[in-house]
């Protein structure tokens, strides 16, 4: 399967621990996404890399937040602290030009309890 | 910015008739535009897109979408539904700005099959 990855798929964690997210991109997509969905809405971007550099970061993403992505391959998105309003489904996505058509993950979900 | 309105949330069809999801879009020049499907619990599935060139547009399952600047709009059709298209749909328009597509969804249509 060459789509994206995303693990864990579920996750369910204490408020005020630390969860990490990994997103596995399309192989040959330099251009990788991370979003936020809840419940009765659409996604809202969260940041966008090409390749390692994280180029733009929306004010969504607070200072509890940090996405990396070291070699341009795989990235991984981490909350520390973690709060209720923090429960989401986070999806990854990548895109390669020309066009950057954007293709998603099965989206990795997080619970706060 | 761009934004975009699905202004149904939700819809219900009978299996085999035809089908029309209304998105509009708010955006000063020719939008990139799409639209995902996503059934529960799972991520987005790319159906179709309009870059350029031919406003009519076909995608995979069945469904073609028409872009129609004079009326900023972008409606998903399926001639005929089936049971399985019962999913919730999003319309986007994309920004292709710095070399990526910055992308904005709608809320969201859900779409519900009955027999």
């Known amino acids: 399967d060459t789509g994206v990855s995303q693990n864990p798929r579920h996750k369910i964690t204490k408020r005020g621990q630390n969860v990490t997210f990994r997103c596995d991109p399309i192989s040959e997509h330099n251009r990788l996404y991370w979003y936020r969905q809840t419940l009765g809405q659409g996604p809202e971007f969260l940041t966008y890399?090409?390749?390692?550099?994280?180029?733009?970061k929306s004010r969504l993403l607070s200072d509890r937040f940090s996405a990396e992505r070291p070699k341009g391959s795989f990235s991984t998105l981490e909350i520390q602290r973690t709060e209720q309003g923090d429960s989401a489904m986070y999806l990854c996505?990548?895109?390669?030009?020309?066009?950057?058509?954007?293709?998603f993950g099965e989206g990795s979900w997080l619970t706060v309890v | 910015a761009q934004s975009v309105t699905q202004p149904d949330i939700h819809i219900t069809v009978s299996e085999g008739a035809s089908l029309e999801l209304r998105c509009n879009y708010s955006y000063g020049a020719t939008p990139y535009l799409f639209w995902y499907v996503q059934s529960p619990g799972q991520g987005l599935q790319l159906l179709l897109k309009y870059f350029s060139g031919d406003t009519l547009v076909q995608g995979i399952k069945g469904f073609e979408a028409e872009f129609k600047r004079s009326q900023s709009s972008f409606n998903l059709r399926k001639p005929s539904v089936h049971w399985s298209d019962a999913a919730e749909y999003f319309c986007a328009v994309g920004l292709n700005s710095g070399g990526y597509q910055k992308v904005t969804f709608g809320i969201g249509t859900k779409l519900q099959v009955i027999p």
């Open positions: 996505a990548s895109s390669a030009p020309p066009g950057n058509t954007i293709y």
């Open positions: 890399f090409q390749n390692e550099a994280q180029l733009e």
